[in-house]
């Protein structure tokens, strides 16, 4: 029995393993093509705006497809749902290398996201059932580490790709990488032992309702919602900003956007594990979070965002806690939901930020473009993370007590992992 539990505490790690590198190689494309912003603009001759809507594109499906998901992930194998996205991923833009300009590409991330619905929702579940509560923000904060390490590792070698070989090798290079990651998936991920024998049911429509009732959810919503506008307008801005405002060639902007991912992924990891040992409970890390982006933008405002050295330093700043905050609130989404409905918990506050993944780079996009400069969009970004910040913490003071997370216990209690333990 002992050996049995020793193999189990030693495969969670390969568990976590596999999913981080399926999440990066899941987003590896996407993420990139964010950093090919200033040689899109050219090469494609797209305003900001234009720019925003082929970044948002791969987001679009997702709004239904990360419900789906959730569904799905409480009903079959996480093996198969996510291993089947990323074959969904990699074989649409393989077979979107071939095509040429603006709409074609648009089209290809469309589909691209369809298959990503289930990585983000499907990975954090496999990891939440494989760790334990003591443990599982750290886990959480790695796993979720691999979509900024995607995108660090993908800003730092498409550019240079398409430059060399041209768009239609950036997607082939994205392709690849997705299959790898379906594979390593599909091929080494198990269920945890107790998992096996546990019924997966469907959800009832009322209880959908109600957990979307819950007050817990208000804070997860509004606090998550916030904080992604955040981090997609830094996606689509940083490279821009250092360029046009601080005098930054494109590649060095490009490698500017890998040092804010790097950061990111330390901050997931960071941030996530500071949760599992905070007594003020998961949530407090996460406004810590959105009070450090409303400083960082606020700062941006001032001349320290047009020197070099000072807007490199504060946009690693907000890539740590404007992309790092992920880690401990996606722990905090999956300890607040029983454990029969993790996937669909996950899947519902993952669709709420969808709907501004897919609104915000567009619309900030424009605002850039009417403004005519940067300063108003960090004014923007800091005044509604600002609300958003004031109106859950006074809802984090106030609801401690009464306040009950989703599976009606304690606001600081953790749910029983979907594996029962």
Known sequence: MSQRVGARAGYRWAVLGIATFTQAASCFFTAGVEAMGVQLKDDLDLTTAQLGLLLSAAQIVPLIGLLVAGELLDRHNERWVVGIGGLLIGGALLAGSGVQGYVPLLVVLLVVGAGYSTAQ??????VAAWFEPSQRGFAMGIRQAGLPLGGAIAAASLPWIGARYGLSATLVTGGIVALVGAA????LYRQPPEGNAAPRQAIKLRDRVAMMREPVMLKIVLSGTALISVQVSLDLLIVLHLHER??????????ALVGAQFAGAAGRVGLAAASDRTRAGRYVTVMVCMAAVVAGTAVLTTPLGRDPVAACLIFGWLGFFGFGWYGPWVAYVAESAPP?????????AMAANQVFIVVVPPAIGLFRDLAHGFSPVWTLLAAVTAVALGVTAVAEKRGRRATRPLHHSSPDAVAVAPNGE
């Open 121 to 126: 929702p499907g990975g954090s579940k496999s």
């Open 184 to 187: 390593v998936f599909m091929g």
């Open 246 to 255: 601080a005098s930054f060639s494109a590649g060095a902007a490009a490698l």
């Open 340 to 348: 029969d409905r993790t996937g669909f918990a996950l899947g519902l």
